[in-house]
C-alpha cells in the first residue's frame, strides 16, 4: 500500500468511529469517552479511519489503553507511528512509566520496550483505574515500559 498515514489528537467528534473501531477489535470502549482528547490519538488515510491509540493519565504513570488498528492496515506500520507518537507524549508529559494490560499479544510491545511484570508489582494509581480493576480479566498479562528515574525503578522490582 505504502499510503501515507497521517496523526492527530482525537476529538470528541472522533468517539463513534473510535469506539467502532475498538469494538471490531474486541477491545473494551468504557472510559473511552471520558479520556478521548490530548491523551488519545488517531491515525487517519484521508478520511478512514486507520488506528486509535490512548493514554489514560494517572500521574506520575500512564496506561497505555485503547491500541486498536484496523485489519487492512496491519503490518503497514501505522501502529508504529501511533505507539512512538504515544511514547513520546508521554515523555513529554513528565510521565515516568507507561503500564499495559494485554492478552496474548505482548511480543508486539516488546518491541517497544515494554516488559513484563507480575500483577502484584502494579503501583496502586493503575491498579485502581477501570481497566485493571474490572474491564480486563484476571489473565490479563500486564507490561510496563520505563520512561523516567522512576519507572526504572517500578520495572527493576519485577
Same mark, same amino acid.
Given at each position: /500500500? &505504502? ?12 468517539? *463513534?468511529?473510535?469506539?467502532?473501531? #475498538?469494538?471490531? =477489535?474486541? #477491545?473494551?470502549?468504557? &472510559? ?29 504513570? &500512564? ?12 503490518? /503497514? ?14 515523555? *513529554?508529559? @513528565?510521565?515516568?512509566?507507561? $503500564?499495559?494490560?494485554? /492478552?496474548?499479544?505482548?511480543?508486539? !510491545?516488546?518491541?517497544? &520496550?515494554?516488559? $513484563? ?10 491498579? @485502581?483505574?477501570?481497566? !485493571?480493576?474490572?474491564? =480486563? ?5 500486564? /507490561?510496563?515500559?520505563? #520512561?523516567?528515574? #522512576? ?8
Amino acid at each position: /500500500m &505504502g499510503e501515507v498515514i497521517s496523526i492527530r489528537t482525537a476529538e470528541s467528534g472522533d468517539l *463513534d468511529r473510535v469506539t467502532g473501531l #475498538l469494538c471490531e =477489535c474486541n #477491545l473494551p470502549t468504557e &472510559g473511552v469517552e471520558e479520556n478521548l482528547g490530548k491523551g488519545y490519538v488517531i491515525a487517519e488515510h484521508g478520511v478512514e479511519l486507520v488506528g486509535v491509540c490512548g493514554i489514560e493519565v494517572l500521574k506520575p504513570f &500512564g496506561l497505555l489503553r485503547s491500541f486498536a488498528v484496523s485489519r487492512s492496515w496491519r503490518g /503497514m506500520s501505522a501502529g508504529r507511528a501511533l505507539m512512538d507518537d504515544r511514547i513520546a507524549w508521554a515523555r *513529554d508529559e @513528565g510521565i515516568k512509566a507507561l $503500564y499495559l494490560l494485554t /492478552m496474548g499479544t505482548g511480543h508486539y !510491545f516488546e518491541q517497544f &520496550g515494554f516488559k $513484563y511484570i507480575q500483577r502484584n508489582r502494579v503501583p496502586p494509581e493503575i491498579k @485502581g483505574s477501570l481497566e !485493571f480493576s474490572s474491564l =480486563c480479566p484476571e489473565t490479563a498479562v500486564v /507490561m510496563v515500559k520505563s #520512561l523516567g528515574d #522512576l519507572g526504572r525503578e517500578e520495572s527493576q522490582k519485577s
